[in-house]
């Protein structure tokens, strides 16, 4: 596996590549890597001639200092599983080569609704520091597939709407969550939960599948049904006195808007965020 540091030299490397006819696929992570982000090295393989994946915790997506200073840093045992996984290139900048001119955000990319809503509410500021480094990532890398996770959801989305708005010429490939045996979506964060939360913290898959047999059950699904179901799953979060309850919320699919009008092709994602043991947890599933 090689390991690049700055942009010029990724640049550099790709151009080669490109020139050679290889497909690039990519994978932007911020380390603390576990099998969902394997799995997204394995994904690209599958479907590129060449695999990057980038390490890099960037400081602007986090609106909580005190949870920046915690992001887990675990870059041997990371190195590790890339080259397990036979990712090819892996792109490891210092913040001073991606903020050379400090965090200042200059890109005029809106998002609306999409960055204000959900995580938006919760954590001010953190779509745009996501994106500000994406679009530069992007532009690095160019790479012809990007591979990004569905457990972040709401973040692919507006991924996506980033890679509208820029006219890059890079394909956004959602990948399926990856659980661990039981249920609890694999996540960088778990391993700061003790052995407690841990245990408990499965609920919140327990309560997705939950909301998604309940929508199915429905000979017909309106708005007003679709209101009841999200309303009694956040309440039996909240009933349980480990969680500190952020949203539950089932939204349309494709826009995240609240679902108004119900047809039988309108597409459904239900969506979690809650804080157990000091740890803020989020999980999706597609209904």
Not at 228 to 256: G, M, Q, W
Request: hydrophobic share 40%; aromatic share 6%.
């Amino acid at each position: 596996m090689q390991i690049i540091n700055t942009i010029q030299d990724i640049q550099n490397q790709i151009f080669e590549l490109k020139k050679q006819g290889k497909k690039i696929g990519f994978a932007p992570t911020m380390g603390a890597l576990h099998e969902g982000h394997v799995s997204l090295i394995r994904h690209s393989r599958r479907e590129n001639d060449v695999t990057v994946c980038s390490i890099f915790v960037n400081p602007t997506q986090f609106n909580d200092p005190k949870d920046f200073a915690k992001y887990p840093i675990t870059l041997e045992g990371d190195m590790q599983q890339l080259i397990a996984a036979k990712c090819d290139i892996l792109f490891l900048p210092s913040v001073a080569e991606m903020y050379p001119k400090g965090f200042k955000n200059a890109s005029a990319l809106d998002f609306g609704f999409l960055a204000d809503t959900l995580e938006g509410e919760w954590r001010p500021g953190h779509f745009a520091g996501m994106a500000q480094i994406v679009e530069k990532l992007l532009r690095a890398v160019t790479p012809d597939r990007l591979y990004m996770g569905q457990k972040d959801y709401q973040q692919a989305m507006i991924c996506s709407d980033l890679i509208r708005q820029t006219k890059l010429r890079t394909k956004l490939v959602l990948c399926p969550i990856k659980r661990e045996k039981d249920g609890l979506a694999m996540s960088s964060r778990n391993v700061r939960l003790d052995k407690k939360s841990r245990a408990k913290a499965v609920e919140i898959s327990k309560l997705l599948r939950s909301v998604k047999a309940s929508i199915r059950r429905q000979s017909t699904v309106d708005s007003q049904r679709i209101a009841d179901v999200e309303h009694r799953a956040f309440d039996r979060l909240t009933s349980l006195p480990e969680f500190k309850v952020e949203y539950v919320a089932i939204r349309n699919a494709k826009t995240l808007k609240p679902v108004k009008t119900v047809s039988q092709t309108t597409p459904l994602v239900a969506l979690v965020a809650a804080w157990i043991g000091g740890v803020r947890l989020i999980d999706n599933m597609l209904l």
